[in-house]
Nanobody, 125 residues
Framework: QVQLVEFGGGLVQAGGSLRLSCTASGRAFTSYAMGWFRQAPGKEREFVAAISGYGNYPYYSESVKDRFTISRDNAKHTVYLQMNSLNPDDAAVYSC??????????????????WGQGTRVTVSS
């Protein structure tokens, strides 16, 4: 069973930055896609970013592209989400997810099989 634990959420002013991290345990880490999702109150969960197993293919939603950066350290079994230029629309519970598959070079259309408990990001205006 894969366990995912997120860290790094909190309160930040608009325009500020936060870095989220997610550490995985319970199986091999490399070769599997990892993703970040978020859910704001009253809204459905939405995709934020994903990264291929070896970290060479990152993918982003249009709403965060050019502001957020996903990366991973396979030696530490950890995936990161660097969030810059945050605005109130970015406020949500952010969850990381792990897949039993990997992204391809043309996209990251994988099913996510494991989820973390989430970490809350609050952005004050």
């Amino acid at each position: 069973q894969v366990q995912l634990v997120e860290f790094g959420g909190g309160l930040v002013q608009a325009g500020g930055s936060l870095r989220l991290s997610c550490t995985a345990s319970g199986r091999a880490f490399t070769s599997y896609a990892m993703g970040w999702f978020r859910q704001a109150p009253g809204k459905e969960r939405e995709f934020v970013a994903a990264i291929s197993g070896y970290g060479n293919y990152p993918y982003y939603s249009e709403s965060v592209k050019d502001r957020f950066t996903i990366s991973r350290d396979n030696a530490k079994h950890t995936v990161y989400l660097q969030m810059n230029s945050l605005n109130p629309d970015d406020a949500a519970v952010y969850s990381c997810a792990a897949s039993d598959s990997d992204c391809s070079g043309s996209g990251c259309y994988v099913k996510y099989d494991y989820w973390g408990q989430g970490t809350r990001v609050t952005v004050s205006s």
